[in-house]
């Protein structure tokens, strides 16, 4: 199996710079500043190189295969939908498998893979290397724009909490204020001496609420 390729990114952000003005009504920061600090908190989160091993909002890959198999595992979740199956042969010509030889199926660890139906007979005039492709859209579907409604993310609430306590921490480093209290979207607060604590108290809720979208290995 090859590193997967990005074919389309996502269109949006799971978070918006709003979504972080109504957690931090307060910030003085320009929305561009809080835009990257978004941005930088979802790299460090989604994709091929996030910690998740998953994606977030709605994107395209393409995972590469050196040959068929009756069943040929995708690396990133969740699998929304299998765009193509196509295989390239020795002469370069690409050729596409029809919808109805395959299905998308996901384990109970969160694993997605492409299964071949038993009558599916497997070419075999395969190109040397990365004959085979599957193209894929992942993450948490988009809900589209709809009149001056803009384009609307499901990732989970657990996930988007997240991404603006690490903006928060992000906030906190640049500023280098003296941090005396750490508050969780009005339901928990609690009083500090020293800023590292409320960094560290940060960090312990983001572990927490990004517990349950880690894919794991069974």
């Known amino acids: ?18 979504d972080v003005k109504g957690y931090l ?9 809080i835009e990257g600090m978004i941005q930088a908190a979802v790299d460090y989160l989604d994709g091929w190189t996030g910690i998740l091993g998953r994606c977030l909002v709605e994107q395209t890959w393409r995972q590469d295969f050196d040959a068929f198999d009756r069943e040929l595992r995708l690396p990133l979740g969740n699998v929304i939908s299998v765009a193509s199956v196509t295989w390239r042969d020795r002469q370069g010509a690409v050729h596409t498998v029809p919808d109805t030889s395959y299905s998308a199926r996901t384990d109970a660890a969160g694993r997605a893979s492409v299964r071949f139906e038993a009558g599916f007979g497997f070419p075999s005039n395969l190109h040397e290397s990365a004959a085979v492709a599957v193209t894929y859209k992942a993450g948490f579907p ?3 724009a709809d009149g001056s409604d803009p384009a609307k993310s499901t990732v989970p609430q657990n996930a988007k909490l997240a991404i603006v306590l690490m903006v928060q921490n992000m906030m906190a480093t640049a500023k280098s204020e003296d941090l005396r209290s750490f508050e969780v ?9 020293s800023p590292e604590l409320i960094q560290r108290c940060r960090t ?4 927490m609420l990004l517990s349950g979208l880690r894919v794991q290995s069974i």
């Open 25 to 33: 009504p307060d910030t003085e920061m320009p929305d561009p500043v």
């Open 1 to 18: 199996m090859h590193r997967p390729v990005l074919v389309t990114p996502p269109d949006i952000l799971p978070v918006t710079v709003e």
């Open 185 to 193: 979207h009005d339901a928990y607060t609690k009083q500090y001496s």
């Open 204 to 207: 312990g809720a983001v572990d």
């Open 142 to 144: 988009t809900i589209p």
